[in-house]
């Protein structure tokens, strides 16, 4: 069963009965809340914005911009940091000055330093986004006066760009400190590199030029290798020459003593002695005439006889002519067997001086690698340590912090003002005390008269302990009325 309505006379009776109560806790409130108006003192806001760029270094395609979102972010967040720093808020203050002027020399104190960053500085988006979407932020700063948050806002943008760049410095610096040491390092390897080469090229001497070729060709057909193919084929040339001229000196050694030996021999071998080749083709002749004639005539004969002298004349004149062609051929003979010998010299020296050079080609090539990559990596380290250095000098003369006009100052302070808050403290108060009123106010009357509206919203009856004054209590055991039984 749902309960009777409260009616508005009961009401009109209990805020006027309780009227002290309310009027007294809205005074109170309103009072309190004039207090904390007065007491209190206006803060200004004043925003500086910005544009945060990324160093041009070594990133020139870029212009300036982020790689990415998260390096912007980053970038925002370090700005973030600096801005809150102790160090660039009391660099800031100094510079501005105590609020009433004068010249104070612990202007500020730690403990102003550590309150004015955590609570009147700070670096936020536009529009109350993230870090990341976009390169413009703003820097607010909080200060006594309309003049003093302006000017607050300048001297920390001086004083947060300043130890930017120091930050700048100092990193550049550590990186710096870094790549000159991968430089020293590299280039002592490098020097290193360089003296056992020196020490295998000291060694090779002359033929220098030809383990360079040989490490630098593919193939590793050097000059040697050539020369000495070529010496192989004049060595084959003249050993067949050679050859040719001894079993052509051996012939006509034979044919010195028998010039018949010389009718057995070829026409390649007295190609060179051309009256060796007629007297050869004459005896011939005489031979196959004087045998004609055997068959016809007898040894007395006097054409026989003829031809028997005639052949003897002309192996005579072999014998002679063989003996003459081998003194003029022993200085062709020897000139061929000295060239021979020299070729098979010149080819041995190419042959131990290409094994020779091919002992210190490996090692000579590996070495070669190494200094070339040796050498690239010095380049690099050189290329980066000219980029920091850039970076460095930059950092002494660049911001990467751009304003975007002079700093904005609010035309009222922050938060609410004085009547505001005195107002807002006495609808507090109303509300307090109304709300008091409603739970110590008894019930209208009725089925429920006599108990309060506290009681009667929990539920609690006139007939629990503590309910009735002391004597009032009913009797133990006694039936209840039919009011109670209602109730019950």
Known sequence: MSSAPIPWKYLRNILVLFAPLWVGSALLFGIGGLGIAVLSKDRWSARQP????????????????????????????????????????????????????????????????????????????????????????????????????GEFCRVLLDSLTSHLREVRRIRADSVIVELTHARDLARQKLDSALGR????????????????????????????????????????????????????????????????????????????????????????????????LASVYTTEHPRRRAAITTE??????????????????????????????????????????????????????????????????????????SKAQASRSAALSTNLLSELGPPQVGDTPEGMSGSMTTFGSMVAGLVFGLGTVFLVAPGPTGPTFGRRLGDYLTGRRSTDPGNHPPGQRPVEGAPPSGVERRRR
């Open 312 to 385: 003897r004349e002309i192996e005579q004149r072999m014998l002679e002519e063989a003996r003459g062609a081998l003194r003029a051929m022993e200085p062709t003979l020897r000139l061929s067997t000295e060239r021979v010998r020299r070729l098979r010299e010149q080819h041995s020296d190419l042959g131990e001086k290409l094994t020779r050079l091919a002992g210190v080609r490996t090692g000579y090539s590996k070495l070669d690698s190494e200094i070339r990559a040796l050498t690239d990596h010095l380049a690099g380290a050189e290329e980066a340590l």
């Open 50 to 149: 910005l544009v945060l760029r990324d160093e041009a270094n070594g990133a020139v395609d870029r212009l300036g911009r982020f790689s990415s979102q998260t390096e912007l972010k980053a970038a925002q967040e370090t700005i973030l940091e600096l801005a809150q720093n102790p160090e660039v808020v009391a660099a800031a203050l100094r510079q501005l000055g105590p609020v009433g002027g004068g010249n104070d020399p612990s202007y500020p104190s730690a403990r102003e330093v550590d309150e004015i960053a955590k609570e009147s500085v700070n670096v936020v988006a536009p529009q109350g986004r993230e870090f990341g979407n976009t390169e413009v932020v703003y820097l607010t700063v909080e200060a006594e006066t309309q003049e003093r948050a």
């Open 197 to 292: 080469m020196r020490e295998i090229e000291l060694q090779v001497g002359s033929d220098l030029g030809e383990l360079r070729n040989l490490n630098d060709t593919i193939s590793g057909d050097g000059a040697n290798r050539r020369s000495m193919q070529e010496i192989e084929r004049e060595l084959q040339t003249a050993e067949l020459e050679m050859r040719r001229l001894d079993s052509l000196y051996q012939l006509l050694l034979a044919g010195s003593q028998n010039a018949r030996t010389l009718l057995i021999s070829g026409d390649e071998l007295l190609s060179s002695q051309p009256s060796l080749q007629r007297l050869k083709d004459g005896l011939i002749d005489a031979q196959i005439e004087a045998s004609r």
